[in-house]
């Protein structure tokens, strides 16, 4: 299958769009489900919409659905264990520290990616990478933190690193099974493994909360209209990470994937009317710095 080279950078910007409006969606439900509730309606409510493009898929391209052997399934264990680990940790790190600091420190993410990517799959790291991989992220660390501003201390910092690593090997984990496959469509084998993972979390949490709080079950089934469009929009941005994990590095994916910090920034200036102040400014034109050297290094 030929693949233009772009097409990678389509995917991630995609896939950080929907993304944005996922985290709106949820953010909006964790009022009536509680983190954890809201946490789980991406996977609970994003299964059915992958399982629909999955089925799209193998219709299209006419064919039945990989048999992956299993190492392929220890990938996807590590991709959604890791993803729950990296949740957990993150919301510990913001009990303990502000939301904007903690969210900078996972920001540092890309640079855990291009080195777990190196050494579990061999995925190369040139100097020209690095270079964009070190601009963009800090760029985000410069629009996150603020000067003077508490940083909470040791632990929120490393719970808040701990978090961005974990997050990586998530990356690393899903990229590793979409691989693994060896599947001559790339979309077979990145909808494959959306909802090979999407299953293994909507399971695990669901067994979850019904030894630990099974009332919040009830209060996910009771809010399953606006649920709907957080799943739909969770599946959806998952759905392009997945294909842009197939066909690029996860180290060129997540640092392009920082174009979601310019997203937010846009609907706070355009939509709630706060300004931009310059150590944002600065900010962001070391993210589209970064963005764009890039692309060009790719």
Not at 99 to 124: C, H, M, N, Q, R
Not at 222 to 244: K, V
Not at 258 to 271: G, M, N
């Amino acid at each position: 299958m030929i693949i233009a080279p772009w097409l990678w950078a389509v995917f991630t910007v995609i896939a950080a769009g929907a993304q944005t409006v996922r985290n709106a969606a949820q953010h909006e439900l964790t009022h009536k489900l509680g983190t954890v509730g809201a946490t789980h309606v991406r996977f609970l409510f994003g299964l059915p919409f992958a399982l629909v493009f999955l089925a799209g898929v193998a219709v299209a391209l006419g064919r039945g659905l990989p048999r992956p052997d299993p190492v392929y399934w220890l990938w996807v264990i590590d991709g959604a264990g890791m993803q729950f680990a990296a949740t957990t940790l993150m919301l510990l790190a913001m009990g303990q520290s502000s939301f904007v600091v903690t969210i900078a420190y996972i920001k540092t993410e890309p640079i855990s990616v291009a080195l777990f990517g190196l050494v579990l799959l061999g995925d190369p790291v040139t100097l020209p990478m690095a270079i964009a991989i070190a601009t963009a992220t800090a760029g985000v660390v410069l629009m996150s933190v603020k000067p003077g501003a508490p940083r909470g201390g040791l632990k929120p910092m490393l719970m808040g690193l701990g978090a961005g690593g974990l997050f990586a090997l998530s990356a690393i984990g899903f990229r590793g099974a979409i691989l693994n496959l060896h599947d001559p469509s790339f979309v077979m084998a990145a909808t494959f493994t959306l909802v090979i993972g999407l299953l293994f979390q909507s399971v695990a949490l669901t067994t979850y909360l019904y030894i630990r709080s099974r009332h919040v079950l009830f209060a996910i089934a009771r809010a399953w209209r606006p649920s709907l469009f957080a799943g739909f929009m969770g599946a959806l941005a998952s759905q392009f990470w997945y294909l842009a994990f197939a066909i690029a590095t996860a180290a060129n994916v997540r640092t392009l994937a920082l174009v979601e910090v310019l997203f937010a920034q846009a609907i706070s200036r355009f939509v709630f009317g706060q300004p931009t102040s310059r150590r944002q400014a600065a900010g962001i034109v070391l993210i589209v710095v970064g963005v764009i050297l890039l692309i060009w290094a790719y």
